[in-house]
């Protein structure tokens, strides 16, 4: 499976974007899906999943009420609805696909595929 991450930009604060992860080669409706994000120097951090099925989500505590996942497994595209922008958002957003875990998940290491990052710049 191949991912794709895009819609990324600029934005000033209180602003929103919505970010979308297609992918190819394969149908992500068997995978948990999550998106990361990573600023330069740091390490990468969780910021939602949402399970394979039943549509169960998890969202890091900083983006909570702000950020909401979704997916649609008819277009093999997982999105990231993210609202009300702060300028600690500014970073790096991964797509990710699991394979293993039947609920969504926040371990990194338990993503079997990963996208190329999209840049998310939030100007204050």
């Known amino acids: 499976v191949q991912l794709q991450a895009s819609g990324g930009g600029l934005v000033q604060a209180g602003g929103s974007l919505t970010l979308s992860c297609a992918a190819s080669?394969?149908?992500?409706?068997?995978?948990?899906m999550g998106w990361f994000r990573q600023v330069s120097g740091k390490e990468r951090e969780f910021v939602a999943a949402?399970?394979?099925?039943?549509?169960?989500?998890l969202y890091a505590d900083s983006v909570k009420g702000r950020f909401t996942i979704s997916r649609d497994n008819a277009k093999n595209t997982v999105y990231l609805q993210m609202n009300s922008l702060k300028p600690e958002d500014t970073a790096v957003y991964f797509c990710?696909?699991?394979?293993?875990?039947?609920?969504?998940?926040?371990?990194?290491?338990?993503?079997?595929?990963w996208g190329q990052g999209t840049q998310v710049t939030v100007s204050s």
């Open positions: 990710a696909a699991d394979y293993r875990s039947p609920m969504p998940t926040s371990i990194m290491w338990e993503y079997d595929y």
């Open positions: 080669g394969g149908t992500i409706s068997s995978y948990g």
């Open positions: 949402i399970a394979w099925r039943g549509g169960s989500t």
